[in-house]
Nanobody
């Protein structure tokens, strides 16, 4: 099991940028594929991006391709989500998640979750 703490959320105008961070506990961070998910008010939680254990493979939801970039620093036990050209529809609580296995965009494949960080994009 790994403990996850997200940070970096906030209020930003449309077209702006934010970088979310997710710090993981433990010494085996490099064994975990990591994902970012989000949940907007009144909507189900959805996949945003995922990254493999080494960082060499990444996946994105179509609506964020070209705007968001997921990355990781295994030496710092941290995964990032750089969000550019933000839109009001990106407003949500963003969660990072970890799974001890291959990269996945399926929420049910991730047993470990952070508490979330709020992102609000104003128009």
């Amino acid at each position: 099991q790994v403990q996850l703490v997200e940070s970096g959320g906030g209020l930003v105008q449309a077209g702006g940028s934010l970088r979310l961070s997710c710090a993981a506990s433990g010494r085996t961070f490099s064994s975990y594929a990591m994902g970012w998910f989000r949940q907007a008010p009144g909507k189900e939680r959805e996949f945003v991006a995922a990254i493999s254990r080494s960082g060499g493979i990444t996946y994105y939801q179509d609506s964020v391709k070209g705007r968001f970039t997921i990355s990781r620093d295994n030496a710092k036990n941290t995964v990032y989500l750089q969000m550019n050209s933000l839109k009001p529809e990106d407003t949500a609580v963003y969660y990072c998640a970890a799974r001890n296995g291959a990269t996945s965009g399926t929420m049910d494949h991730y047993p470990d979750w952070g508490q979330g960080t709020q992102v609000i994009v104003s128009s």
